[in-house]
């Protein structure tokens, strides 16, 4: 998952190859650095502004009595914004902007282009429901599982942010109208997880919170009542009013794909190349899969093998305590063979997945923002089963925790992953690179993290741990497969759990979840491109360093650039190379 949960909130309702690249001035006029100064503060405080549950996630805690206003008015406010921004950023960038403002502008440039195709053009805030309902559990828990200031004054807070949630349902009910089912379904399932979510956890840590303030224990009890009530009317509402008019189509087509692309990853391959790359890892993690497999067991099949090695898997109860497990030999490897400097000796927090946020993921990385000054727990969230499911599809779920892949999902969500990336956040060079993340670098990195690790000894040869990487590989093969011919190519929801099955090795209900995980992430292929450009990346700088190249040299001055994306970081790390990078 991207860096922090909440990050969700924008991603769902949406960095362009702008005119000039990164790092290179123009001659039309002066630098004036204190005005692009400026205009960073500006743009920033209008995205929190709209965003305020991402402004409590980075670390502005001005913000945290407010929730998101996703009326339909607020959207085309929003858009109207963007469209001025964009004027005066294009006027700053023909100035002679330093390197590292160039950067930025470009980064700012793109993160603008992107929120207007998905507010103007996919019109997301009428399809999907998605966020209307993650939101508000989201930003509570924000405010819950920090301890950035006292309870007491934190529970302030969160009744002033609760205010909002009825609002918000009700912008879902009168905006959503041209929804998929598939988002129908995911949305009602995130909101009946979200009435238990704030009748225990929530009312739990209120009734902590107030201590002997009664009264406004009482005041929290009586917005607490409204939310939990307006949830239940939204979750009947989308049972029996939506679902049965849900037949939107969630493909967003190949133009806006590509554009979607360009400017939230900088990836600008024509479409038949793009896929043609990723067919072409597919078929070679595919067939290394295949060959090693028959190491474990020669006369089985690949699902045999697989079933197999998933027999070792916890049981619901003991989950949690199967992941931690994991941690300490992992962060010891990473320390023990020099893969990375962790600049850190804290450790994440593993703790079940929230109700809210249990969206189509198996695990992610949850950590504070940039600017948290005092909270500084970083949670590694593992998704459970649901109450709901049947035995079969709960044995399914925990087959895909067992002992090789749960280690291979450390190695991508701690160490050295995203959790090490977060450790590096606060040292990012400028405010724009600490804020703004690019899915391609921060889940490319990750990915790249657990083939690296393998490759580096991590197993110590052991052929199923192998099996369990190039497992998670051909998974993320199969989503960037997916996002483009479920976007691009009409292919269907169930053609494309087909693949993640038969070709990715999934277990039917995985399969199923991933590809629709698809419908709303359209360009979910930023785990697989992310890491052939960094893996293309490395032998570049590996050339260009010769005899004083080091593994871990390329670690640490790759991560500590920020999450941009991995075309800026070639620019920076090999003087301004514009070679291709996939």
């Not at 529970?155 to 609002?167: A, F, K, N, W």
């Not at 879902?172 to 129908?184: A, S, Y």
């Not at 459970?384 to 450390?410: G, Q």
Request: aromatic share 10%.
């Amino acid at each position: 998952m991207r860096r922090a949960a909440i990050l969700l909130i924008a991603g769902l309702f949406a960095v362009s190859c702008s005119r000039k690249p990164a790092g290179s001035g123009s001659e039309s006029g002066p630098a004036n650095p204190a005005a692009f100064r400026d205009f960073v503060e500006e743009y920033f405080h209008s995205y929190f502004a709209f965003y305020p549950s991402t402004g409590t996630s980075t670390g502005f805690h001005e913000y945290d009595g407010k929730l998101e206003d996703f009326s339909a008015a607020k959207f085309r406010d929003r858009s109207a914004d963007l469209r001025g921004q964009l004027g005066r950023l294009d006027a700053l960038r023909k100035t002679n902007l330093s390197a590292e403002d160039a950067i930025d502008a470009e980064l700012i440039d793109n993160k603008i282009r992107a929120e207007l195709l998905d507010i103007d053009t996919l019109r997301s805030w009428r399809k999907n429901g998605i966020p209307y309902i993650t939101t508000p559990g989201q930003a509570v828990d924000l405010i819950m599982k920090r301890n950035y200031a006292p309870k007491l004054e934190r529970l302030r807070l969160l009744i002033s942010r609760m205010q909002g949630i009825e609002p918000m349902l009700n912008a879902l009910h009168n905006n959503v109208t041209e929804p998929p089912r598939e988002f129908t379904e995911l949305t009602l399932r995130i909101c009946q997880g979200s009435v238990g979510f704030f009748r225990k956890e929530v009312a739990e840590w209120a009734k902590d919170a107030a201590g002997a303030d009664d009264a406004l224990y009482s005041e929290f009890q009586s917005i607490n009542r409204k939310v939990i009530a307006a949830l239940e009317v939204t979750s009947r509402f989308l049972s029996t009013d939506q679902l049965p008019l849900s037949t939107g189509s969630f493909a967003i087509g190949p133009e806006n794909f590509r554009k979607k692309l360009l400017y939230e990853e900088m990836i600008d391959l024509p479409l038949d190349k793009l896929l043609a790359i990723g067919e072409a890892q597919l078929e070679k993690d595919r067939q290394e899969f295949l060959a090693v497999a028959k190491k474990i067991q020669p006369n089985a099949s690949p699902a045999e093998v697989m079933k197999t090695l998933s027999n070792e898997h916890p049981s619901e109860d003991k989950l949690l305590d199967f992941a931690k497990a994991t941690l300490e030999d992992i962060r010891k490897f990473v320390v023990d063979k020099k893969i990375i400097r962790i600049p850190s000796d804290v450790r994440p927090t593993i703790l079940e997945t929230p109700p809210y946020a249990r969206t189509g993921t198996f695990a992610s990385m949850d950590t504070p923002g940039a600017y948290e000054s005092v909270a500084k727990e970083a949670m590694y969230y593992v998704t459970p089963t649901e109450p709901s499911w049947t035995r079969a599809h709960k044995e399914e779920h925990l087959r895909m925790f067992n002992k090789p892949v749960m280690d291979l999902i450390t190695i991508h969500e701690a160490y050295p992953g995203h959790y090490t990336q977060f450790l590096f956040a606060k040292d990012f060079p400028t405010k724009t690179r600490r804020i703004l993340a690019t899915s391609s670098n921060a889940e490319g990195w990750a990915h790249y993290a657990e083939q690296m690790m393998v490759e580096e000894g991590f197993g110590a040869a052991d052929p199923k741990v192998h099996l369990a990487q190039l497992s998670e590989a051909l998974l993320r093969d199969c989503r960037y497969i997916s996002g483009i011919r479920l976007h691009t190519q009409n292919q269907t929801v169930e053609q494309a759990a087909r693949l993640f099955i038969e070709k990715g090795y999934q277990e039917p209900a995985n399969g199923e979840e991933e590809a629709r995980r698809g419908t709303y992430d359209p360009t979910y292929l930023y785990y697989t491109a992310g890491k052939l450009q960094i893996y293309k990346l490395r032998e570049d700088y590996k050339r260009s360093k010769g005899s004083a190249y080091s593994l871990g040299d390329f670690h640490t001055n790759f991560i500590k650039q920020g999450s941009i994306p991995n075309k800026m970081i070639r620019r920076i790390l090999l003087n301004g190379d514009q070679s291709p990078d996939l």
